[in-house]
């Protein structure tokens, strides 16, 4: 049981480089999460997943797309990378009705850097 | 708007005692959640509080008021593995999870 894996682990890309973060999760969790972590701040997540195949933006989407075409995956896609998004990304999922609080399972996060 | 406070950062003795205070101000409150985060890893779930009290976990203890939007982490017996990041969380309205900044903990010897 691997609970919730990403990949890669660490990146390095030049500003207006594209690039698909990976993540993948083996609890039949329903929603999932990608997050981005930044020294002195909170999580703050970009988009989320409530069920297969919809998505929804959360406080900070511009610049991410994602896609979840599959329960198990989420992806979260940098079209043109730009310096400001170097950061810490952590994807994360959760047992969620909707109308419960659960917790959130996290992966080893990516770091990425953009220069 | 969504405000979650913690202290930057704090420093206490192995074997001592330390509480973690978290305040919030939130649309909606679903609940509060405590993670423990290792520099350089990943958030991992510490406890969880809907109801006003005390919930208690081996050395780990959290309250909650609903009243004053306040909780509290509270280790016990601190060893030098509790040096972390700890993050408060509250589950909004729409049951999406705000966080704090988190605070640092440095154990001494």
């Known amino acids: 049981n691997a609970g919730v894996t990403q990949t890669p682990k660490f990146q390095v890309l030049k500003t207006g480089q594209s690039m698909t973060l990976q993540c993948a999760q083996d609890m039949n969790h329903n929603s999932m999460y990608w997050y981005r972590q930044d020294p002195g701040m909170g999580l703050r997540l970009i988009y989320y997943?409530?069920?297969?195949?919809?998505?929804d933006k959360g406080e900070v989407p511009d610049g991410y797309n994602v896609s979840r075409l599959k329960k198990q995956n989420f992806l979260l896609g940098l079209e043109s990378a730009a310096p400001s998004q170097t950061s810490v990304y952590f994807c994360?999922?959760?047992?969620?009705?909707?109308?419960?609080?659960?917790?959130?399972?996290f992966g080893p996060g990516t770091r990425l850097t953009v220069t | 708007g969504q405000n979650i406070d913690q202290p930057t950062e704090m420093t206490a003795t192995e074997g001592a005692i330390v509480q973690i205070n978290c305040t919030y101000q939130t649309s909606g409150f679903n609940g509060l959640f405590w993670y423990q985060q290792h520099a350089g890893e990943a958030p991992t779930f510490l406890s969880y509080n809907v109801l006003d009290g005390l919930e208690e976990k081996g050395r780990f203890s959290s309250f909650l008021s609903r009243s004053k939007g306040y909780s509290y982490l509270l280790l016990k017996e601190l060893q030098m593995k509790d040096s972390a990041s700890y993050l408060c969380a509250v589950s909004d309205s729409n049951y999406q999870l705000i966080w704090g900044a988190g605070t640092k903990l440095i154990i001494k010897p």
């Open positions: 994360a999922s959760s047992y969620s009705t909707g109308t419960g609080s659960y917790e959130q399972y």
């Open positions: 997943s409530a069920s297969e195949g919809t998505t």
